[in-house]
């Protein structure tokens, strides 16, 4: 059962306009969420993160928003860049969750495609 | 050097044959994770380790083994490849995955034919 979920498997955008990717959870545990690149025969890197504290969490193009109550987040890239064509993923995991080894919990991927 | 590595990044082998993929980190970070990536299926966890000798099975463990014995070493190992396990296989260590998340190493390329 898929507890993270990015339901759009791609996204083509043009060069300077704003790209938003989204995701969904079904776990109320979850409060700690993060957002990983990947670009081809590389493994993931770590973009950005928030805590379930916040409903914001800015870096530089990047800012991811938090919506408790829907158990959704988004994260916005403005302006987009032709270098941030990559698939992004979504990830959740629960701090408070005791028994659990701390794991992160993955959506199955956004393909953003920024073109010229 | 510092940081993540795994190898081989390119493996080829025969349906039925044993293979080992090796996972190596710098950091002394307790935890590690692999997880195998399949087109439609995202990121999935196959063992993690909180600390040497602590295993434990993730979501798609069967046909896998890992082992443990010292912090900085990870190996998973297919007991008995099969195609399906034809997949990219990404290593991950953390410190503390709920507070920083997770640093990934580049990944195995393994094709089972």
Known sequence: DQQVKQNSP?????????????????????DYFLWYKKYPAEGPTFL?????????????RFTVFLNKSAKHLSLHIVPSQPGDSAVY???????????????????????????? | DAGITQS?????????????LMCHQTWSHSYMFWYRQDLGHGLRLIYYSAAADITDKGEVPDGYVVSRSKTENFPLTLESATRSQTSVYFCASSISPTNYGYTFGSG???TVV
């Open chain 1, 10 to 30: 791609s996204l083509s955008v043009q060069e300077g306009r704003i790209s938003i990717l989204n995701c969904d959870y079904t776990n109320s545990m979850f």
């Open chain 1, 48 to 60: 950005i993160s928030i805590s379930s504290i916040k409903d914001k969490n800015e870096d530089g």
């Open chain 1, 89 to 116: 993923f979504c990830a959740a995991s629960a701090r408070n969750r005791g028994s659990t080894l701390g794991r992160l919990y993955f959506g199955r991927g956004t393909q953003l495609t920024v073109w010229p």
């Open chain 2, 8 to 20: 081989p990044r390119y493996k080829i082998t025969e349906t039925g044959r044993q293979v080992t």
């Open chain 2, 108 to 110: 195995t390329r393994l």
